[in-house]
């Protein structure tokens, strides 16, 4: 059974239909997959936000579901909304190549000073290299009217023996210091998860030196004492592990966290003021029960889980909105709707 709490903020009435009952309070479908078979599915859903846009990304896979290596044609599209998630703009396509050279995972980071969003995704030609990750970057500097092209910065951060090693960016969103660094994850399956930044705004990235582990799937953020904070997926944990740098990647302590339950799914760390917010699939076997918890205590302790979705829900992206909200984009249903919903935080 669906249920959205009574706190969820009331920002449409949805698009109900006789076939199809209207969706609850608070909730905006923005992807699902047709019923005419065009596109097998839409996943990863990527959130995040300017002063006066909200920008939501999804890969489009079309022949099937399965990931990047596995598929011959995904696409990035994007939605954005002007006032706050209330309503949405059309479906861009704002990376669509040539059937053979897929790109998935969409993330963003955003340079606060210049306004300026980054996409970072992966890439893979499967006819030319087949079963080598690129990554890519590109940026808008109009709130997604137009995009730069991309541009691939694999050779610039990775070093040649990784070439075919299984390797990606994490989707989602990334996050900047206050010192102007661009902030990312990277998992590589066989040396393990780095932080991925850029010090001189996207103009060049490097790699952090020493990975952090147990770690796949991740988030960073910068805590208001100024430490690296990252969340990390780990399989068969049954909860998530989270990494702190105090020496901005040079060395790294690590601790499980059993208070943040987690299948193995990505995750969204997020900050808002002091506090910590964690969103995600809360069940140690099961992709269902999206909540989320907050922590005063820079992620010392959390507070009990909020349901915001009891059933089938799997990668999610969150942020913080204004007056204290939370937006949430994530799948569900078996991963055949991306929904967005605002949370407010109670009093």
């Known amino acids: ?26 909730e905006t479908v923005l992807f699902a997959t047709p019923d005419d078979g065009s596109v097998a599915c839409y996943r990863i859903p990527a959130l995040e936000q300017i002063p006066g846009m909200l920008f939501a990304a999804i890969d489009e896979r079309v022949p099937s579901c399965a990931d990047l290596r596995g598929n011959r044609d995904i696409n990035i599209l994007l939605r954005r909304s002007k006032d706050g998630g209330r309503t949405w703009g059309p479906t861009d396509r ?49 709130a997604g009217h137009t995009w730069s092209p991309m541009r691939d910065i694999t050779d610039e951060v990775t070093p040649p023996e990784w070439k075919n090693d299984f390797m990606f960016v994490t989707s989602g969103h990334g996050t900047q210091a206050p010192d102007g660094t661009l902030l990312h994850t990277v998992v590589n399956l066989q040396h393990g998860t780095f932080v991925l930044m850029s010090r001189d705004r996207g103009e060049t990235w490097s790699l952090a030196p020493t990975p952090v582990a147990p770690a796949d799937e991740s988030k960073i953020l910068v805590l208001p004492d100024g430490a ?59 992709r269902r029960n999206l909540s ?39 799948e569900r249903a078996g991963y055949t709707e991306n929904v967005f919903a605002v949370i407010p935080r109670g009093n």
């Open 94 to 142: 704002i990376l669509d190549l040539p059937e053979g050279v897929s790109v998935s995972d969409p993330s963003f980071i955003v340079d606060q000073e210049r306004g300026r969003v980054f996409l970072l995704a992966n890439l893979m030609d499967h006819d030319i290299a087949p079963d080598q990750y690129r990554f890519i970057v590109m940026h808008s500097n109009d």
């Open 292 to 330: 989320w918890r907050v922590s005063t205590d820079q992620g010392q302790s959390w507070s009990d889980a909020t349901t915001i979705h009891e059933g089938s829900a799997a990668y999610v992206s969150a942020i913080p909105l204004r007056g204290g909200a939370v937006g949430v984009f994530y």
């Open 228 to 286: 690296w904070m990252v969340n990390s997926r780990v399989s068969d944990a049954g909860f998530r592990w989270v990494h702190t740098s105090r020496d901005e990647g040079l060395s790294w302590e690590s601790r499980p966290d059993p208070a943040l339950t987690d299948p193995a799914v990505n995750a969204s760390l997020i900050r808002a003021g002091d506090d910590l917010i964690f969103v995600n699939a809360n069940h140690p076997t099961e």
């Open 1 to 26: 059974m669906r249920r959205l709490f009574a706190l969820i903020l009331l920002i449409g009435a949805g698009c109900g239909s006789p076939e199809q009952p209207a969706l609850p309070a608070g």
